[in-house]
């Protein structure tokens, strides 16, 4: 299958829910969708095209907006990443482990880091961060910055 | 005077200090055989060839500091080190090893010693069950049910393989038992499924590979001794160690042919012979991996009891034969 | 079912010599390029800071001593140090500045003691290739 | 009667911290429950700080054991970003040791699967045997575990024809070694006894689980990044992609032997037709805005990295996915109704690398080390504090 074919599968399967869709290297695919149809999308793209493999979901600090980058695979039509984009002020995303139950720990680790809330994940308690955490920290975005500590060396003359 | 004998004979031995060396030095013996086994070097550089390596860590573990858990039985906690000890200590001087008197062998001796030595060494078990169990850690409480859910896999094989061999001789006296196969040493060889059922059983009985279920230490950490640390464990260490010297002797003792002659030949017999058992459990520990509870129980009954059986019978068509 | 595979392997290692060796009496040999810890050559570093630049480990820092005199200051941090000798592939001199040894038991119980530095005047990029220095400089570290 | 067992933060069977909390019914596990965290190193966050040099010895020390994979994975990526192709020599080098990583992995997973069933004589043996790759790869590399091979562009060391022929022997003897091993250790009956039929992990599930690796593999999944996505050498090798339908751990352990023999076919195949020319491109310093995804079929399965940058020499995001932590929902299906004997079988069988999984939150003062003492006699005071509140109870039930 050629690149050209994936492509037309895609836009095939998708259809109006693609809302910008590239391919800038071998075998990967870029679609944009609307966040509120990313079920529906994943949904389509699993009945339709076989990606029930979801390598990772990526969180992007992306400047004006957060972006969220779903990685499909599937031996034959190479690797989609699904992209939405979620405005600073509302970080809601609807949780796709209902339709891929193998997403749960990337959504729990998503809420961790950026602070999305996942709604309808199945089990939202913290993965990653620690229990005593402090709320409304959220370490991959930009605008967290963390001051390293002067190294102090234990022990030593100097 | 006669006391201050006794006391010698206790203390010293055939007692807790002959049996101390003799234990560390079968640790060592144990610890190297299995290193070579898998090409490594074992124990090296306490003492020539590390030989003093087991009575380092005994001192050490003496010296480290000693935790009892808040929520344990502290008594109990404390006791049952002790008891077992003392309990594997008595055992050995079942062994036919020394004889004041010249008609017993052992220090103790009186017809049907065996079952009291067999008896001695079932109670160890116990008190590893009761270790784990009054520790009141989760780890500790897995091992100390599996120590029991083992118990009784292994120590009816064991019996009726110990039983073929005095059936046999017609003595329940360990030294009796070993002067009859010194006589007849050729009616050793009907004895060989014993033999082996007796070792499997007695490598089961030291929770030593594949049987190590009660301290796995890859699924349940330390097993029933997680909470021990300190001077109690090695005290549980050291009873091991002596548990591991008086199986090895009873095997050696009824299947082996016993020990004979004056003190020293006694005594380098007893050493041989034990030493070939410890090889040969070695080598059994370096041949398998470790099997489940539930599988240890089924090759217990399917396998193990059977062949004890079987062993029986011979043993009884033999001494039809014999009469 | 067999029973007891493994026996023959088992006798035949109890016969052959350990596979193990008794490490801090006996040593194995490093092979050639062995990456140990990095030291500097100063009489051909041109403190262009390429080393510090590409230090993952940040543990390279080049101060500069004097505006006037053009005396730098190099300390490697090897306490710090990951041993990756991208140094050695950054400098861009030959002979390389930075080098790699074979020292690698730099255990010790300060880490302000495994801090090597060197204070050197920068050298000037000749026209002609220098003579390779005269024996590597001695190891920094213990 | 069900209560929880503990395994981990610490526990012997666990060689990194992480925690499951299991709920065992007497010696059966019902259900299980999976905790990260112990071990996050913020690396995501701390590639941002990074220029695109720095960033391969970084990614490169996300894992211990397969310090490769992360590093090549970022370094295709990053070339796909500069628009630059590693030249054929590079290439092959870079993958040969990738595939002598594998082997050296597989045989650590072998020697631990040993160790975790109680073989310790199979432990020592495949570690024994371990040494040989391992020091081929110092040879190679000139560190034991942490190659340092890749450079953007290429790699950083050539090859002689010395140690093309060592490398060649010394695959002769592993090859022969793992055969031998496989025979016997196949036909073992305990260690077979302990394997066989335990994490069952349908092959329904391990899709819909997303699993990777050899995981997935034993399910009857065919997914190998290698095949799925050719990148790099791996169109022009012949390699065979090794699957089992047991489903257990016993299939697990057979298709990591099968692939071990694959990669002594793969590393000869790259030995012997090693082309002449250079070993590294050069690379600039800068990457134009863009964004790539790599794939790479590390030794435990699928590594995912996805790289983006914004034209200045630092990344502007890299995202790692480890194979692990795909497998964890995988896990935890496989461990119910287990075993407590079983966990660290069944646990290990993944090939864990949990410092893999767990990369990106950055500890706070883990580097300084006072904090580190003042966090350490503030849990002594915290524990102090509570073992003084709490009464002492013995709230033990009869397991049985």
């Given amino acids: 299958m050629t690149d050209q074919e994936r492509l037309d599968n895609l836009k095939a399967a998708l259809g109006a829910d693609i809302l910008e869709i590239t391919n800038p290297a071998r075998r990967r695919f870029f679609v944009t969708v609307d966040r509120a149809r990313i079920p529906a999308v994943l949904t389509t793209l699993r009945d339709k095209l076989g990606f029930t493999y979801v390598a990772t979901i990526s969180g992007v600090d992306a400047g004006a907006a957060y972006e969220i980058l779903y990685h499909l695979a599937e031996p034959a039509q190479g690797n989609v990443n699904v992209r939405i984009k979620i405005p600073k002020d509302d970080p809601h995303v609807p949780s796709v482990t209902p339709v891929l139950p193998g997403a749960i720990y990337y959504e729990r680790e998503l809420q961790d880091m950026f602070g999305f809330v996942v709604d309808g994940l199945p089990d939202p308690r913290p993965l990653i961060t620690p229990d005593d955490w402090p709320a409304g920290n959220f370490p991959l975005r930009k605008d967290w910055k963390f001051d390293r500590p002067a190294e102090i060396i234990p022990g030593g003359k100097k | 005077m006669a006391a201050l004998k006794t006391i010698l004979y206790l203390v010293v031995y055939p007692g807790l200090l002959f049996l101390f060396v003799y234990s560390t030095f079968c640790e060592w013996f144990d610890r190297k055989v299995y290193a070579r086994l898998q090409n490594r070097m074992g124990p090296t550089h306490t003492g020539r060839w590390g030989i003093l390596q087991p009575v380092a860590d005994f001192f050490k573990l003496m010296a480290k500091e000693d935790v009892v858990p808040d929520a344990a039985d502290k008594t109990l906690f404390t006791l049952l080190p002790i008891f077992g000890l003392a309990i594997v200590a008595t055992a050995g001087l079942l062994m036919p090893l020394w004889s004041p ?37 989760f780890f500790s409480m897995i091992g100390g049910t599996r120590v029991l859910t083992m118990l009784f896999g292994y120590e009816v094989p064991l019996f009726m393989a110990v039983l073929s061999p005095a059936i046999l001789a017609n003595s329940w006296q360990i030294a009796e038992i070993g002067a009859f196969y010194r006589a007849k040493p050729l009616l050793l060889l009907p004895n060989i499924i014993g033999f082996v059922v007796a070792l499997i059983a007695v490598q089961a009985k030291l929770e030593r590979t594949p049987f190590d279920i009660p301290h796995a230490e890859t699924e349940i950490v330390g097993g029933t001794f997680t909470e021990y640390s300190g001077k109690k464990l090695a005290f549980f260490r050291l009873m091991t160690d002596i548990e591991l010297v008086v199986s090895s002797g009873l095997v050696a003792a009824v299947f082996l042919g016993g020990f004979g002659g004056t003190l020293v030949v006694r005594l380098v017999e007893f050493v041989v012979k034990t030493l070939i058992v410890i090889f040969l459990l070695s080598l059994i520990r370096a041949l398998t991996s470790r099997i489940r509870v539930d599988q240890v129980v089924s090759f217990a009954w399917k396998v193990m009891a059977p062949l004890a059986v079987l062993q029986l019978l011979i043993v009884i068509l033999i001494k039809g034969m014999l009469k | 079912m067999k029973v007891a595979v493994f026996l023959p392997e088992l006798i035949r290692s109890l016969f052959k010599k350990p596979a193990t060796v008794d490490y801090p009496f006996v040593k194995l040999q490093v092979p050639e390029g062995f990456r140990g810890t990095p030291f500097l050559h100063p009489e051909t570093c041109i403190a262009c800071r390429a080393c510090e630049r590409d230090c993952p480990a940040e543990a390279i820092v080049i101060t500069q001593e004097s505006d006037v005199e053009k005396k730098f200051k190099m300390v490697i941090h090897n306490d710090r140090c990951i041993h990756c000798a991208q140094c050695v592939d950054s400098c861009p001199t030959t002979p390389k500045a930075m080098e790699m040894d074979h020292l690698y038991e730099i255990a010790c119980f300060d880490r302000h003691t495994l801090k090597a530095d060197w204070v050197f005047t920068r050298a000037t990029p000749k026209k002609e290739p220098k003579p390779a220095p005269v024996a590597a400089a001695a190891p920094p570290a213990k | 009667m069900n209560f929880n067992i503990p395994i981990g933060p610490q526990h012997p069977a666990l060689k990194e911290p992480i925690s499951l909390r299991m709920t065992v019914e007497g010696e059966v596990i019902r259900d299980a429950d999976l905790r990260l965290g112990y071990n996050h190193r913020g690396v995501e966050k701390l590639a941002e700080e990074r220029n695109w040099t720095q960033n391969i010895y970084l990614t490169e020390r996300i894992c211990g054991i397969c310090s490769h994979s992360h590093s090549t994975c970022y370094v295709q990526g990053v070339e796909k970003l500069m628009e630059i192709e590693p030249p054929k020599r590079g290439a092959y080098i870079r993958y040969l040791v990738s595939e002598l990583e594998r082997v050296h992995s597989h045989l650590l997973w072998l020697g631990v699967a ?24 110092e040879m190679i590399s000139g560190n034991r575990v942490h190659y340092a091979m890749n450079a953007v562009g290429g790699v950083r060391r ?21 055969e031998y091993y496989f025979k016997i250790g196949a036909n073992e009956p305990t260690f077979v006894g302990r394997l066989a039929g335990v994490g069952y992990l349908s092959k329904e599930k391990a899709v819909s689980l997303c699993a990777v690796g050899p995981t997935a593999r034993a399910s009857g999944v065919t997914a190998d ?49 090693l082309p002449a020319g250079d070993i ?17 079929e590390a030794p435990r399965g699928e590594n995912i990295h996805y790289i983006k940058s914004n034209g200045t020499e630092r990344p502007e995001r890299l995202k790692v996915r480890a194979p692990t932590l795909a497998n964890y929902p995988a896990t935890i299906e496989m461990l119910k109704n287990g075993f407590i004997a079983d966990i660290p079988l069944i646990f290990a069988a993944i090939d864990p690398c949990i410092c893999c ?32 509140k709490s009464p002492v109870k013995r709230n033990v039930a009869w397991p049985l």
């Avoid at chain 4, 298709?255 to 793969?266: A, T």
Wanted: charged share 30%; with cysteine; glycine share 4%.
């Fill in chain 4, 158 to 178: 050539d090859l002689d024809e010395l140690q093309i022929k060592k490398i060649l022997d010394g695959v002769k003897v592993l090859r022969e070694r793992s």
């Fill in chain 4, 280 to 296: 590294a491109a050069k690379a600039p310093k800068k990457a134009k805005p863009n964004e790539v995804v790599s794939r790479y």
């Fill in chain 2, 101 to 137: 008197s010249p008609s017993g062998a052992s220090l103790i001796s009186f017809p049907g010693d065996i079952i009291v030595l067999l008896y001695l060494l079932s109670l160890p078990t116990l008190i590893f069950f009761l270790a784990g169990w009054s520790s009141t850690n």
């Fill in chain 4, 114 to 137: 040993g160790h975790e069933a109680g073989f310790d004589s199979f432990f020592m043996y495949t570690w024994r045997d371990r040494e040989v790759v391992m020091d081929l790869l």
């Fill in chain 4, 225 to 273: 990044v290698r095949r799925d996505d050719p990148h790099a050498v791996y169109d022009e090798v012949p390699f065979d992609v090794c699957t089992a339908d047991t489903c257990d751990v016993l299939g697990r352990t057979v298709v990591r032997v099968k692939e071990l023999l694959e990669s002594y076919k793969i590393c000869e195949f790259l030995l012997r037709n």
């Fill in chain 4, 357 to 388: 999984a767990e990369r990106t939150v950055e500890l706070v003062n883990a580097r300084s080390g006072e904090e580190t003492i003042v966090r350490f006699s503030d849990l002594r005071k915290l524990a102090g504090e509570r073992f003084a």
